[in-house]
């Protein structure tokens, strides 16, 4: 079984730069999630779908960060300026049960 | 609220010897557990989960934990570390009163000498 896609492995941007992020679930899983892992610390909900519905994104910077899920299969994750702490690795996730699988992640760079 | 707490950022083994990694949380609701895995440039690995069925939860690779809801801690073991379990663990709650969302420990980082 193919598990959860994401690209790019790796972004490097200057601040105010956009940036966009791709994620594949796992077919067939309905909720999609998208975390970002800031260096040192553990992983932070930022937006969670239900099919192609926001179920919580209320940890998303929404002035900034935007995502969509428009046919409920993948998923882009968007930074539109990217500021220098918005360095991190972006998680993709999908869940089947009360089991969430992640993808390897994007890891951006801001200068 | 839910909240999770990893005791410690950075535990040192010897190879052969127990492994303790250690976790206390905080939930209104009955809370769901986990223990998740992250090797260097490598995805996140569930090691284990506590869903409210036994307190001794046994995981891949050996891992168990234990749900002690007096203590309200899931502390993670392992008799006998080997090199490849270095990498760092995430103590993980979730709730399916909150639609599945889960709230991440800061992460401990395990290293094992040879």
């Known amino acids: 079984e193919a598990g959860v896609a994401q690209s790019p492995r790796y972004k490097i941007i200057e601040k105010r730069q956009s940036v966009a992020f791709w994620c594949n679930p796992i077919?067939?899983?309905?909720?999609l999630y998208w975390y970002q892992q800031i260096l040192g610390q553990g992983p932070k909900l930022l937006i969670q779908?239900?099919?192609?519905?926001?179920?919580?994104d209320s940890q998303l910077p929404k002035d900034r960060f935007s995502a969509e899920r428009l046919k409920g299969v993948d998923s882009t994750l968007k930074i539109q300026p990217a500021k220098l702490e918005d360095s991190a690795v972006y998680l993709c996730?999908?869940?089947?049960?009360?089991?969430?699988?992640f993808g390897p992640g994007t890891r951006l760079t801001v200068l | 609220a839910q909240s999770v707490t990893q005791l410690d950022s950075h535990v040192s083994v010897s190879e052969g010897t127990p492994v303790l990694l250690r976790c206390n949380y905080s939930s209104s609701y009955s809370p769901s557990l986990f223990w998740y895995v992250q090797h260097p440039n490598k995805g996140l690995q569930l090691l284990l989960k506590y869903t409210s069925a036994a307190t001794l939860v046994k995981g891949i690779n050996g891992f168990e934990a234990e749900f002690k809801k007096s203590e309200t801690s899931f502390h993670l073991t392992k008799p006998s570390a080997h090199m490849s379990d270095a990498a760092e663990y995430f103590c993980?709650?979730?709730?399916?009163?909150?639609?599945?969302?889960?709230?991440f420990g800061q992460g401990t980082e395990l290293s094992v000498k040879p």
């Open positions: 996730a999908s869940s089947f049960m009360d089991e969430q699988f």
């Open positions: 077919s067939g899983h309905a909720t």
């Open positions: 779908f239900q099919n192609n519905g926001v179920v919580d």
């Open positions: 993980v709650v979730g709730s399916a009163n909150q639609g599945g969302k889960l709230i």
